[in-house]
């Protein structure tokens, strides 16, 4: 009987911190991965502004090549979306939409069901070289322990997907 109380109490014990910890985690995330791509920023503005081009270099698209994926009617630009459909636990359901398109920013509103919402960007910088282009993510967790505890691990989970999709971007733009 005394083996279970210890257990029981370790396991109270354990719950208790994990909760203290996600209410004193921050609610806000930030991800974000930069690349310089040999390229004018006019050609990768072009890649990212029509997401009909996504699928060449998305990294999630890559995971799931099967996904449904459906556009709206805007071929580009503020206003342009499209959802996707996926059975992949990496890729999920969800949509996107560009809320913002300027030759050096494009800003997107994403919706990830019951994952929650994000804003995202890309900022295009002109650089001698080519073009610096910086992919960010920021989400606000709300008031959820459990949310802001998986918040603390957003960077090293998303940022190798924004690695991925910055290199395969890379390559598209280069070749």
């Not at 310089?36 to 060449?56: C, F, M, R």
């Not at 918040?151 to 940022?159: R, T, V, Y």
Request: hydrophobic content about 40%; proline content about 3%.
């Amino acid at each position: 009987m005394k083996v279970i109380k210890v257990i029981l109490l370790t396991l109270v014990a354990l719950v208790a911190i994990a909760a203290a910890v996600g209410f004193l985690s921050p609610s806000k995330v930030h991800v974000e991965r930069s690349l310089i791509i040999k390229a004018p920023s006019e050609i990768v503005y072009g890649q990212v502004n029509d997401l009909h081009n996504w699928t060449k270099w998305s990294p999630w698209y890559k995971m799931d090549t099967s996904m449904k994926i459906e556009y709206n009617s805007i071929p580009a630009g503020a206003g342009a979306g499209y959802s996707w459909e996926s059975k992949h636990e990496n890729v999920g359901s969800g949509n996107m939409t560009i809320t913002t398109s300027t030759q050096d920013t494009i800003s997107t509103a994403m919706n990830f069901m019951e994952n929650g919402v994000a804003t995202g960007n890309f900022i295009l910088n002109k650089t001698d070289s080519g073009t610096k282009v910086t992919w960010s993510m920021d989400s606000d967790m709300g008031m959820n322990p459990i949310g802001r505890l998986f918040g603390l691990f957003m960077d090293k989970m998303l940022g190798p997907d924004f690695e991925k999709g910055l290199a395969n971007l890379k390559e598209v733009t280069e070749a």
